[in-house]
């Protein structure tokens, strides 16, 4: 049977498709206001990749901050239990999960059979967030997809002090006024948010092999800052997008459900 999860995050929405142990066909789409339209869109650009009809998805599974909105979902899932599912499936040895995502950031521990022990997340404030990154690339017309590139070629450590995302976006504007380089301000902005998300997952203990996930993990910067501020080797997801860990943990919770 060919199964889906769908993750409509508050920024992005994503479908894995799965038969068997195999991935057969994924995708992101940016969201829009309507979950339900989101989640409909992005079944059917993944359905069309794969040459399939949405008819032959025997089974869905949503996640995300639209979940209760997908009205052709069989079940649902917290987000937690899905990345880490999805974080398991790609790597046994993983025990923590860091997924930042548009609008929150989450670190879950988890057991040798990737049973969740421990889990936190910040969704009150956006300065530890892929939005506070958004903002501040639109701020240094600077995209999204090469910010962290930009930022690898810092030569001088600048700190950014405001934490709140309209106080640092001025104090960046500030900072570019001053001439401060780009690849600078870039790599301060990826430490300063590195270190909010770190005491986050510090607080619940961070255990290897620790993966990160979610689109933010697709910055290179942050990445490597978050590496530093947690003093651990950070691993990426094997062979598969980030993004899509939320929609695979989702698809994998579809395919192991009986019945039907
Ligand atoms: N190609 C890319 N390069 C760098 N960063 C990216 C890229 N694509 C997405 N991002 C980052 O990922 C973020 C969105 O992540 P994701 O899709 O995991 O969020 P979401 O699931 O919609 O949100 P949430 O889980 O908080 O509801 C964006 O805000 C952006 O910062
Ligand atoms: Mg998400």
Redesign the pocket.
């Known amino acids: 049977m060919i199964v889906a999860g769908c993750?409509?995050?508050?920024?992005?929405?994503?479908a894995v498709f799965m038969e068997g142990d195999t991935i057969i066909g994924s995708g992101?789409m940016r969201?829009g206001i309507h979950p339900a339209e989101s989640a409909k869109q992005v079944m059917k650009l993944v359905a069309d990749n794969a040459g399939l009809s949405l008819t032959n998805i025997g089974r869905v599974v949503a996640t995300?901050?639209g979940k209760e909105m997908i009205p052709f979902a069989d079940a649902m899932e917290s987000?937690i239990v899905c990345h880490a599912t999805g974080a398991f499936w790609n790597q046994p040895e993983v025990r923590t999960v860091i997924?930042?995502?548009?609008?929150?950031?989450?670190a879950i521990r988890m057991d040798e059979h990737g049973k969740i022990i421990r889990y936190l997340y910040n969704?009150k404030c956006a300065s530890g967030?892929?939005?506070?990154?958004?903002v501040m690339?639109e701020a240094l017309e600077v995209k999204?997809?090469e910010?962290?590139k930009i930022s690898g070629q810092s030569t001088e450590k600048i700190t950014i002090s405001n934490q709140c995302v309209i106080f640092a976006e001025t104090e960046v504007v500030s900072l570019v006024n001053e001439g401060k380089p780009i690849p600078d301000i870039l790599c301060g902005l990826h430490h300063a948010m590195a270190s909010r998300v770190a005491s986050l997952a510090l607080s619940i203990g961070v255990e290897d092999r620790v993966i990160m996930?979610?689109?933010?993990?697709?910055?290179s910067g942050?990445f490597a800052a978050l590496s530093t501020s947690l003093k651990k080797t950070l691993h990426p997801m094997k062979d598969i997008d980030?993004?899509i860990t939320?929609a695979l943990g989702a698809a994998l919770i579809a395919s192991r459900m009986g019945g039907k």
């Open positions: 993750d409509i995050g508050s920024l992005s929405a994503k992101v969201a995300g901050y987000e997924d930042i995502g548009g609008q929150d950031a989450k969704d967030t892929g939005r506070f990154l958004e690339g999204l997809e910010m962290g996930t979610g689109g933010v993990a697709k910055n942050l980030p993004q939320g």
